[in-house]
């Protein structure tokens, strides 16, 4: 019988600007599985905190799950791997308390489901005479769970919000929030999910004060990129017909990456030869509508230097065709994860690095007040996610006299935006790559 280790269960919760950045979310889902199947494995198919072998674990999961056992370090501010242990729910569920005081905040699992997790999990650390994280303690205080006598160690976090970091495999990763403020918005939208299905974040974001420092000016084909400097979505929208897809010419392939969601062709000469499918990590056309196939193929773009620009064309076909696989589906669960998918590839469209441009277009819909707004899958969707918001650069594709532009600037019945002076004017050639250029110029004049 393997050595258990109960200690695992005094883990605490991951301090909140690291949320939603693990060596799991850096690895990418393939290399995950590989990881905790070997995990699993290597101890025999058994809990390691309670020793429960897989198919006798309390719940409805009959399954193990795989926990990043980390190092956190209340002085620096500094989170490190240590190793990655196989537990049952129960126990798992203990440990990220902090999740699961949100669950049952938000009615997303029964209190007795949550009474027994903590009381499985106090009872075990009772057993072996260890202390728990303070904040589990404080929360089965608080609902009157039984805390087998366990007392809290203590904690004392002083770490400035944006110093927390992970380091895992020599790089930096910090928080993807920038304050407590943008946390707790993103996780009131995000709401948990069952205990077991763990939501697949975005990737770590470079730190806020990294910026493009000052460059000459060049054509965009070939702007000199800082390193650090953090990632842009741009928002193109506009009618069926008005060009969007057709701007991407003014972008140079070999340094543009194109997410064909339908696999359409593409009204550009010579595209094929240009823009070629995506295989084992060569190519730069990805054709899929999948949201974790497009997630681990663009994190992998982070080791592509030579990839600036990356084009979701069409990005509401995402939504519209999740929607129409689930459309058997009854009740609203499936519009909160539209919404989430749709969320967490906008942000992940913020954390590609290297100052790349990620231009997201999308039809748009004219509403009842004549607004021309993004076509989405309708109003139980906008009621979770506003597309626009996430934004700062929204353009909108119109054939002016005869001719294909892009306006930069609100007409009024529309959601155009663009910051004062980055485009000289409000009606601007329909070029991605001269949307670029200008962008850099903004950003690094
Ligand atoms: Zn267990």
Known sequence: MMKLKPEILAHPNIPKPLH???????????????TRQDVYSKYGYICIACGTPKKEVKGENK???????????????????????PLCPYCHGFIHSGRLEALLD???????????????????????????????????????ADTFKVKPYIVIDKI???KWRLIYEGDE?????????????????????????????????????????????????????????????????????TGKTRAIVGLNPKETFLVNVIGKDLP????????????NGKGNMLISDDYSTITSVLENLKNRKEIKYVVIDDFQYLMANEFMRRSYEKGYDKFTDIGRHAWDLLWLANTLGNGR?????????????????????????????????????VLNSVINKGTYNFATQNSGKNTTKSPEGMFESNLIPNDLGFVAKAIYKFDNE
């Not at 939603?20 to 590989?34: D, K, L, Q």
């Not at 009474?115 to 205080?141: M, N, R």
């Not at 010579?270 to 823009?275: A, L, M, S, T």
């Open 268 to 279: 550009i000469k010579g595209w094929r030869k240009n823009y070629t499918p995506y295989i």
């Open 160 to 162: 400035p919000w944006g």
């Open 106 to 144: 938000k009615g997303e699992i029964e209190k007795e489901i949550a009474f027994a997790i903590l009381e499985h999990g106090f009872s075990i650390l009772s057993k072996a005479k260890l202390k728990c994280f303070p904040g589990t303690y404080e929360f089965a205080q608080s609902i009157g």
């Open 173 to 241: 990763y910090y928080s993807k929030f920038s304050s407590y403020d943008e946390w707790e918005k993103f996780y009131s939208f995000n709401k948990g999910g069952s205990m077991t299905l763990q939501r697949k974040p975005a990737a770590a974001r470079p730190p806020a004060s990294a910026r493009p420092s000052a460059g000459t000016e060049r054509p965009a084909t070939s702007v000199v990129i800082p390193q650090n400097a953090k990632s842009k979505p741009v928002l193109v929208i506009g009618k069926s017909g």
């Open 357 to 393: 441009i990620v231009f997201f277009l999308v039809h748009s819909d004219t509403n009842d007040l004549g607004e021309e707004k993004v076509k989405t899958i309708g109003k139980l969707l906008d009621e979770k996610i506003c597309v626009e918001g996430m934004f700062t650069i």
């Open 63 to 85: 399954w193990l799950e795989a926990h990043e056992f980390y190092d956190i370090n209340y002085k620096t501010g500094v989170v490190k791997i240590q190793s990655i242990e």
């Open 20 to 34: 939603g950045i693990s060596p799991r979310t850096i690895m990418g889902t393939a290399r995950w599985n590989e």
